[in-house]
């Protein structure tokens, strides 16, 4: 059985809350409902449909640099009418001012082959309030006001996590973006991306790892994922990523 380090890595996070939400690039999927505990890493995701919260890498579009960020996003009818990134419109309630949504992440970045990082993320409802709160290590950030959404007063019924890159083929060419560390989830500890100690909050309000795993790749000789695995140390894991264009991806 493989095993992880003390040690997280930490190439950012990603994971998405809703009720129905699309395929990615590379991606685990649980049906128990709830919400992630700790994860790491990678660029842009998308929902079909339904609310959503996230966090993502990189985006150079807002900020104007490849900083990685601590960046959330939601929208309730598939980016259509609804939806904020971090603080720019009225969503996100910000109560912690030292762990900022949108702040840019430049100390304690994993090296490929050298110190692994991480940083840990738990969202949960309030089972007073309604409200989506996200926690940050051990400061509570904020949350997402109950109000915002319109499917999720009870939870979630499914949970992803994984990673998402924008492919716009330019040239007819993939992009050469890479997902999470860039490297391919089969060069395993210290080298490629991944979640670890994943859970969820189930029916009694009680963390839980996820009953089953269903991985989905679009294309895996651009980026792949690993099956889901356990051990004492990392609770439930997986590794996923890839560099984007390559000789198998052109």
């Known amino acids: 059985m493989s095993k992880l380090g003390n040690e997280k890595i930490s190439w950012i996070l990603s994971v998405v809350f809703c009720f129905f939400l699309s395929s990615v690039l590379a991606m685990a999927t649980t049906g128990d409902g709830g919400f992630a505990k700790e994860l790491e890493v990678e660029k842009i995701l998308k929902t079909l449909n339904k ?3 996230k966090s993502i890498k990189i985006y150079p579009g807002i900020y104007g640099d490849d900083n990685p960020r601590l960046f959330t996003y939601w ?15 009225p969503g996100f309630v910000q109560v912690d001012p030292t762990v900022v949504v949108g702040s840019s992440l430049q100390n304690n970045i994993s090296v490929y082959g050298g110190s692994q990082y991480v940083l840990s993320i738990h969202i949960r409802k309030d089972q007073t309030t309604g409200n989506w709160w996200m926690q940050v290590g051990n400061t509570s950030v904020g949350y997402w006001p109950a109000s915002l959404f319109n499917h999720m007063s009870v939870g979630a019924s499914h949970v992803k996590w994984g990673g998402e890159i924008v492919n ?7 992009t050469t973006t890479g997902m999470g560390s860039g490297h391919f989830p089969e060069e395993g500890y210290g080298k490629a991306s991944f979640f670890k100690h994943i859970s969820i909050v189930d029916a009694n309000n009680s963390l839980a790892s996820p009953k089953s795993f269903n991985p989905y790749v679009t294309n895996a000789y651009c980026y792949n994922i690993t099956s889901y695995d356990y051990s004492n ?3 439930v894991y997986f590794y996923y990523g890839g560099p984007g264009r390559n000789s198998n991806c052109p």
């Open 51 to 53: 609310p959503a919260v």
């Open 168 to 174: 716009k083929g330019s040239n007819g060419q993939h």
């Open 75 to 89: 929208t309730r009818d598939s980016y259509n009418n609804t939806g904020c990134y971090n603080l720019r419109c």
């Open 233 to 235: 140390d990392s609770g």
